[in-house]
T-cell receptor
Framework: AQSVTQPDIHITVSEGASLELRCNYSYGATPYLFWYVQSPGQGLQLLLKYFSGDTLVQGIKGFEAEFKRSQSSFNLRKPSVHWSDAAEYFCAVGARNTGFQKLVFGTGTRLLVSP | KAGVTQTPRYLIKTRGQQVTLSCSPISGHRSVSWYQQTPGQGLQFLFEYFSETQRNKGNFPGRFSGRQFSNSRSEMNVSTLELGDSALYLC????????????FGPGTRLTVL
């Protein structure tokens, strides 16, 4: 069964600094990968996704992620963090053999932005 | 297009009761999935419905059930509520049944006393 690891529970970044959130997955074939963001008391908003093709994907709000098959990683990056980016970020994987809609989520990384 | 809507947004129930949550997907979407989010277990897949049929199911007891109507709206039901069922229940919809983006609703916060 596939699994997702987000090794950082909390990350604090200064406003204007760059950000990288780590995500590692475990799956034998090509996974379908997602990053979602959740603000307190809210649902999940899609930031970006990778299905196939170019391994560097661009998302909303200036986020990007790179799929590295050799490292089983799909790290999320942003060159300059804004205070409004403070939220919880979830990496998720879907797969053909378990049903595309059955997403497996990581435990999340809570991003704090300091002034 | 309107997003995924879930009703009610908040619910308080007592142990042993049952509860029904509702989800209206984005117009044109035929797949609806349900997830449970708790601080201890994180986000866990409950089940998915596509064209009124349950197509996939997570590892939850039979107390958790769902259905989908011909207009793609979905309901989930939890019977004989336990304290551990307190959670944020999220509904997500997608257009097709294949690899597709799921769009999430705001969730229903269920508190079991």
């Amino acid at each position: 069964a596939q699994s997702v690891t987000q090794p950082d529970i909390h990350i604090t970044v200064s406003e204007g600094a760059s950000l990288e959130l780590r995500c590692n997955y475990s799956y034998g074939a090509t996974p379908y990968l997602f990053w979602y963001v959740q603000s307190p008391g809210q649902g999940l908003q899609l930031l970006l996704k990778y299905f196939s093709g170019d391994t560097l994907v661009q998302g909303i709000k200036g986020f990007e992620a790179e799929f590295k098959r050799s490292q089983s990683s799909f790290n999320l990056r942003k060159p300059s963090v804004h205070w409004s980016d403070a939220a919880e970020y979830f990496c998720a994987v879907g797969a053909r053999n378990t049903g595309f809609q059955k997403l497996v989520f990581g435990t999340g990384t809570r991003l704090l932005v300091s002034p | 297009k309107a997003g995924v809507t879930q009703t009610p947004r908040y619910l308080i129930k007592t142990r042993g009761q049952q509860v029904t949550l509702s989800c209206s997907p984005i117009s044109g979407h035929r797949s609806v999935s349900w997830y449970q989010q708790t601080p201890g277990q994180g986000l866990q897949f409950l089940f998915e419905y596509f064209s009124e049929t349950q197509r996939n199911k997570g590892n939850f007891p039979g107390r958790f059930s769902g259905r989908q109507f011909s207009n793609s709206r979905s309901e989930m039901n939890v019977s004989t509520l336990e304290l551990g069922d307190s959670a944020l229940y999220l509904c997500a919809s997608s257009h097709e049944g294949g690899p597709d983006t799921q769009y999430f609703g705001p969730g229903t916060r269920l508190t079991v006393l």
